[in-house]
């Protein structure tokens, strides 16, 4: 099976799914409830996975809900044979992905620099354009 044939697409589609809901009625205390599978990546030969996670919060919560979807691992991984028929359940990999938090950032950051360039442009007399 090819990385990117619909097949894979598929089961990537379905993973995601499965793993979300896992990880939503997990009753491991340190997995944080603001936690969003944001991408799932199922090897062609359907033995591992790589799961992108994001959490929520400050760098304490992101440590213990790496930490607690590490020891739920065999929890979601046994969710998944129970869900899913497939040949083989991969085994499960988390990746903190911390994209959003990012995005929030850079986004704060375009609106400080907007912000200056319009005061900028009020001290020189300028007319402010409303986006």
Do not use: H, Q
């Amino acid at each position: 099976m090819r990385k990117n044939s619909n097949k894979n697409k598929r089961i990537n589609g379905e993973v995601m799914k499965v793993i979300s809901e896992a990880i939503r009625y997990s009753k491991d205390p340190r997995i944080s409830p603001m936690t969003s599978v944001m991408d799932v990546e199922v090897a062609p030969d359907l033995k591992t996975c790589k799961v992108w996670v994001t959490v929520m919060g400050n760098d304490e919560d992101r440590e213990r809900t790496e930490a607690g979807l590490k020891s739920a691992a065999g929890y979601i991984r046994s969710t998944l044979a129970k869900e899913l028929n497939m040949r083989y359940t991969p085994e499960l990999r988390f990746i903190m992905d911390d994209s959003i938090e990012y995005a929030i950032n850079m986004s704060k950051k375009i609106d400080e620099v907007t912000a200056k360039d319009n005061e900028a442009k009020i001290a020189r007399g300028e007319d402010i354009d409303e986006d």
